[in-house]
């Protein structure tokens, strides 16, 4: 069990989690995390957003049960935590955009630290938040509210494209760089039982067969999923 | 510690815990967090004939206590399993498991015959191969129109019958809780010359989406597993030790050293761990040692003084 | 609110929410917390031709998600309830829902002869009387040695055909979730002329104290209820309404709106709440206002729009 | 739901919870506690430990996973309550003693300002709490710890003995005071569900037959319980 040092709402139903602790992980990397002991069963993939000397940190949106009890902890609860899981973001090769949709911001903070020189695309439905703290590390950050981010981007002017939003979000933006030169990598958001591999719950339907979410991904290549098949949660 | 061991059909297990099939592939991925060669047994994921590449759509879901699944079998198939996973198997200590389902009683044959032989050309070049294998029967029926082979007794036997004919391995039964009576189906095993029963398998449920007005599940029902069941679960251990001799591989939402003894007191020969190893990535390490830490406690010497107590 | 109305044989429930026999007496305790006029039926507790005290030692467990009981159906007797409850019930407005257990053929038939013969005396006189019986035949059999009459379907036609003779009221069957083959079980109430199944009710399940090496409970087993349960009794609810066309009541686990109408869309033409009247006192109400809600936010002008559409 | 105010460790594992509102109740009556949603499912009985204006209070054991899950509650956490239920005891006719073991002292600190010439007497296994305020609201409080209480109470000196504490406790005073003129009221404890009277798990064995804890109990008159078939929890 890890301590938190503050868990503060953000934006509505938005929190930031600061867990004490030295801790490893790649941008795109996840953590299972569980508040609880017995109830409810199973832990929450939650990908890593920050992690600094002594700390690490989660932004998450408050969706059901289980978010529902991360957002009641308090600066000096405990909380367990598992990771980092998954295989992250590939390394850039050449310019690189991110694009996260909605709560799928969360880890292109950690990910644009990383890749300074990279241009971040933020597209929020209601309410702008932590656009501040983006710009502080990222070259250059658009955002948007209330319409699709899909259309801000350009992927011909990039190599390589990160996607983390809903799933429609992410199957659009492979649609749009289909034609362009630009990879798309996509992180995939499945539900899970164990995150290491051994359950085959988060199976991800690829063209050359299934891969797991949470070992094979939870990145993909755009173009090795099957988006005709595969319909996200 | 000898004292926890225990022997099922000539198998050794050097403690009652054994990681259930499906929750714990086969092995390699908890081998990060902790020894794996302290456990009992591994009963791998089950494995078919042919290749499978599973159910579509949302395969888990939670419920109060408890998950479903529908995974529907996905795995490599049993050539690949024989080809790649036994070698990182030969490598460990705990009792090997194969698990394996089937559609047809040909498929579940076949299956048998392959393992079997691959057992014994490695015994043959000294190494180990499988020590067990466990017939998991809730898989559908594909001539009784897709009904599980492990509902009704009579459809069961003659699986059964065809499967110990094709293995001299020793024989486990992987029983279904929706079976209609579970007692029957555990003499019936012992009747067909099996060398144990594994139960309980997920039980058949259902959760709907009322706004989408469907079963979040492609297939209609899941399997429900988790610490929900474990009342259900012991009872039906309970009963099929009351009456039937057959050794008894226990199992359904144990999740604690306390549950795994409770399993044991009904009179399980073993436990297996399925669900709690997502609630615990440390499940079997911990449920040993607190198994071992009441022994000590209660100054028990074998785990035959309490087995099948209660 | 008119749209949420329920008919089940020619008896009209307000609503769909009924509460569940064993875990609301008679209402009257509850009525403290709210109306329950607001309720569409209520199951008052099992009753027995003769009164009963009910099993010794611990009556109550709790499980993770769910809860163990053996109370035993503890009641002051049939003739006791006629003299004094059912002047409480002759007050109130929700359907009025006898449930009878027993011991043997005889004390069933006796059972529903006197709660017919009273309501035909009280309504000649003005009165309401009973609506609706619920038969209970989770009850141990007598002459079997003690397995309930609703494992096996053959042994529970001849209590069912018995009963279904002494009464014109009409006539539920409550069906445990142990049954053999809960499907033939309700084919076989709806051929004996039963006018609705209730399901389920609780599972056997069991609980060992193992300081103790015994069962907390002096019976051994005992009836598992609450949201561990739902999946199980959401799927044989479905199957059940899959298979049959005799109206369902039902119930296993119900703690939300949301709950309740799952069980709607699997094909239950009401449903009952039990475990939940603990976990909230003032849970029918809740449920009400929840499905009421639902229907206005979706639209739905009659529950029959969603009953049994997945 | 009500806001605690505090919740304070006043001994090992030993917990006084003070909850903000008006609340009713009389001595030897409890309330149905809940801190939490859906998990555990059952709430917990608990006694009366003492109502001012503004506020309740309990004491309690942590015993299992339901008074742990209150022993984390902290100042400004809510919690569900619902009471008073039970009986409580009957109004003093005479001179009275009270006889509290282990954490059975909870309900006569209330009981005590509710009749300030009743003797305590407070039994404690291996270390004492509160005896000051006891010794604030009782004329006069007698304390024994390690040995067992029973043996410094004279039954024949009072008209009524309340006692509250294990099953073996109560049923030993009552004994003790069989020949005595002295009534002796047990404070039973039996696991709950509704807590109203409802449910029929609660039953208490009695010579008349079953009596509900919950609603007819929790405090009986001691011969009126059949002591050789009820054993307790
Ligand atoms: C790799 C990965 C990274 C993620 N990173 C973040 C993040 O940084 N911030 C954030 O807010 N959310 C993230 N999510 C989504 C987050 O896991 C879910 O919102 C969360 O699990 C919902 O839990 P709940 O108890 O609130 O909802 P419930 O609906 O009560 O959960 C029930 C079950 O469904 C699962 N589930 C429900 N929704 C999702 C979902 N969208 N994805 C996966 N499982 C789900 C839960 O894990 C749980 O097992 C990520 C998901 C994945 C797979
Ligand atoms: C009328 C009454 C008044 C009480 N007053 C107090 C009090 O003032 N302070 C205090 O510390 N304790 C009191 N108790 C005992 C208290 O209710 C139990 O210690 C508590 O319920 C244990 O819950 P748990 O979750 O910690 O234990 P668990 O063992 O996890 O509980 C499991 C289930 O068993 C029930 N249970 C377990 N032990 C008891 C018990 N001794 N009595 C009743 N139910 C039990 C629980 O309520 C729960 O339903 C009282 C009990 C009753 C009946
Ligand atoms: C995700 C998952 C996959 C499973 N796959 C199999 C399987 O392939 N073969 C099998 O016999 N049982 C399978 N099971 C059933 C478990 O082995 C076990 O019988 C069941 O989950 C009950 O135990 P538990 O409550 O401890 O999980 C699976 C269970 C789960 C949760
Ligand atoms: C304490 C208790 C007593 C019960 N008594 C009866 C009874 O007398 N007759 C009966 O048919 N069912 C009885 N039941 C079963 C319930 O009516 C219901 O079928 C079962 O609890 C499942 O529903 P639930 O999960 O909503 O509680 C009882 C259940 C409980 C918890
Ligand atoms: S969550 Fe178990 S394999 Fe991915
Ligand atoms: S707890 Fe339900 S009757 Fe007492």
Same mark, same amino acid.
């Given at each position: 069990?890890?301590?938190?040092?503050?868990?503060?709402?953000?934006?509505?139903?938005?929190?930031?989690?600061?867990?004490?602790?030295?801790?490893?992980?790649?941008?795109?990397?996840?953590?299972?995390?569980?508040?609880?002991?017995?109830?409810?069963?199973?832990?929450?993939?939650?990908?890593?957003?920050?992690?600094?000397?002594?700390?690490?940190?989660?932004?998450?949106?408050?969706?059901?049960?289980?978010?529902?009890?991360?957002?009641?902890?308090?600066?000096?609860?405990?909380?367990?935590?598992?990771?980092?899981?998954?295989?992250?973001?590939?390394?850039?090769?050449?310019?690189?955009?991110?694009?996260?949709?909605?709560?799928?911001?969360?880890?292109?903070?950690?990910?644009?630290?990383?890749?300074?020189?990279?241009?971040?695309?933020?597209?929020?439905?209601?309410?702008?938040?932590?656009?501040?703290?983006?710009?502080?590390?990222?070259?250059?950050?658009?955002?948007?509210?209330?319409?699709?981010?899909?259309?801000?981007?350009?992927?011909?002017?990039?190599?390589?494209?990160?996607?983390?939003?809903?799933?429609?979000?992410?199957?659009?933006?492979?649609?749009?760089?289909?034609?362009?030169?630009?990879?798309?990598?996509?992180?995939?958001?499945?539900?899970?039982?164990?995150?290491?591999?051994?359950?085959?719950?988060?199976?991800?339907?690829?063209?050359?067969?299934?891969?797991?979410?949470?070992?094979?991904?939870?990145?993909?290549?755009?173009?090795?999923?099957?988006?005709?098949?595969?319909?996200?949660? | 510690?000898?004292?926890?061991?225990? /022997?099922?059909?000539?198998?050794?297990?050097?403690?009652?815990?054994?990681?259930?099939?499906?929750?714990?592939?086969? #092995?390699?991925?908890?081998?990060?967090? $902790?020894?794996?060669?302290?456990?009992?047994?591994?009963?791998?994921?089950?494995?078919?004939?042919?290749?499978?590449? #599973?159910?579509?759509?949302?395969?888990?879901?939670?419920?109060?206590? #408890?998950?479903?699944?529908?995974?529907?079998?996905?795995?490599?198939?049993?050539?690949?399993?024989?080809?790649?996973?036994?070698?990182?198997?030969?490598?460990?200590?705990?009792?090997?498991?194969?698990?394996?389902?089937?559609?047809?009683?040909?498929? $579940?044959?076949?299956?048998?015959?392959?393992?079997?032989?691959?057992? $014994?050309?490695?015994?043959?070049?000294?190494?180990?191969?499988?020590?067990?294998? !466990?017939?998991?029967?809730?898989?559908?029926?594909? /001539?009784? #129109?897709?009904?599980?082979?492990? +509902?009704?007794?009579?459809?069961?036997?003659?699986? +059964?019958?065809?499967?110990?004919?094709?293995?001299?391995?020793?024989?486990? +039964?992987?029983?279904?809780?929706?079976?209609?009576?579970?007692?029957? *189906?555990?003499?019936?095993?012992?009747?067909?010359?099996?060398?144990?029963?594994?139960?309980?398998?997920?039980?058949?449920? *259902?959760?709907?989406?009322?706004?989408?007005?469907?079963?979040?599940?492609?297939?209609?029902?899941?399997?429900?597993?988790?610490?929900?069941?474990?009342?259900?679960?012991?009872?039906?251990?309970?009963?099929?030790? /009351?009456?039937?001799?057959?050794?008894? *591989?226990?199992?359904?939402?144990?999740?604690?050293? !306390?549950?795994?003894?409770?399993?044991?007191?009904?009179?399980?020969?073993?436990?297996? +761990?399925?669900?709690?190893?997502?609630?615990?990535?440390?499940?079997?390490?911990?449920?040993?040692?607190?198994?071992?830490?009441?022994?000590?406690?209660?100054?028990?010497?074998?785990?035959?003084?309490?087995?099948?107590?209660?």
């Amino acid at each position: 069990m890890s301590i938190i040092i503050s868990n503060e709402e953000i934006a509505k139903d938005i929190y930031l989690m600061t867990i004490e602790g030295e801790y490893q992980g790649k941008m795109g990397q996840f953590y299972m995390l569980r508040s609880w002991n017995r109830y409810p069963v199973l832990s929450r993939p939650i990908s890593i957003h920050n992690i600094d000397n002594g700390s690490i940190q989660f932004l998450y949106k408050v969706f059901g049960e289980g978010t529902r009890m991360f957002a009641e902890l308090k600066s000096g609860d405990s909380i367990g935590l598992e990771g980092p899981f998954g295989n992250g973001f590939p390394e850039p090769e050449g310019k690189v955009a991110m694009v996260g949709g909605g709560i799928g911001i969360a880890p292109f903070y950690f990910a644009a630290k990383h890749i300074p020189e990279a241009d971040v695309y933020l597209g929020f439905g209601q309410e702008a938040y932590l656009v501040d703290e983006f710009k502080q590390v990222a070259r250059q950050v658009v955002t948007n509210v209330g319409r699709s981010i899909i259309e801000d981007i350009e992927p011909d002017q990039y190599d390589m494209v990160y996607v983390c939003g809903p799933h429609g979000m992410m199957h659009a933006v492979a649609d749009k760089a289909k034609h362009s030169s630009a990879k798309v990598y996509v992180s995939l958001e499945k539900r899970m039982a164990c995150g290491i591999g051994a359950c085959l719950v988060c199976s991800v339907i690829c063209h050359e067969g299934n891969k797991r979410a949470c070992v094979d991904g939870p990145v993909f290549l755009a173009e090795e999923v099957n988006f005709d098949a595969e319909n996200g949660l | 510690m000898q004292r926890m061991a225990c /022997k099922i059909a000539g198998v050794h297990f050097n403690n009652p815990v054994v990681m259930a099939s499906g929750t714990f592939g086969f #092995g390699k991925e908890y081998a990060q967090f $902790y020894d794996i060669n302290k456990l009992g047994g591994i009963s791998g994921k089950g494995l078919t004939l042919q290749p499978k590449a #599973g159910n579509r759509g949302i395969r888990i879901w939670e419920t109060p206590s #408890g998950m479903m699944n529908s995974v529907g079998l996905e795995n490599p198939g049993i050539e690949m399993f024989l080809e790649e996973e036994m070698n990182f198997w030969e490598t460990i200590e705990p009792a090997k498991i194969v698990n394996l389902g089937g559609g047809s009683i040909e498929d $579940y044959v076949q299956g048998a015959r392959l393992i079997t032989e691959d057992t $014994y050309k490695r015994r043959e070049q000294g190494l180990h191969g499988v020590d067990l294998i !466990e017939l998991n029967i809730s898989c559908p029926n594909v /001539k009784q #129109g897709g009904i599980a082979y492990g +509902i009704k007794t009579e459809i069961a036997r003659e699986v +059964i019958r065809e499967v110990r004919k094709a293995t001299t391995l020793p024989l486990a +039964i992987k029983l279904s809780p929706n079976a209609e009576n579970i007692v029957e *189906m555990a003499v019936m095993c012992e009747e067909e010359g099996a060398d144990a029963v594994s139960l309980v398998n997920t039980f058949s449920a *259902m959760k709907i989406d009322i706004k989408r007005r469907r079963s979040v599940f492609d297939n209609g029902y899941a399997g429900l597993s988790g610490p929900a069941i474990k009342p259900i679960a012991l009872r039906m251990v309970h009963q099929v030790a /009351k009456h039937a001799q057959i050794p008894i *591989m226990g199992m359904g939402g144990i999740a604690s050293s !306390e549950d795994a003894i409770e399993f044991i007191m009904a009179g399980a020969s073993v436990i297996q +761990i399925g669900t709690y190893n997502f609630m615990n990535l440390r499940a079997g390490e911990e449920i040993i040692a607190g198994i071992e830490a009441f022994m000590e406690q209660e100054n028990i010497q074998s785990l035959d003084e309490i087995r099948g107590i209660v």
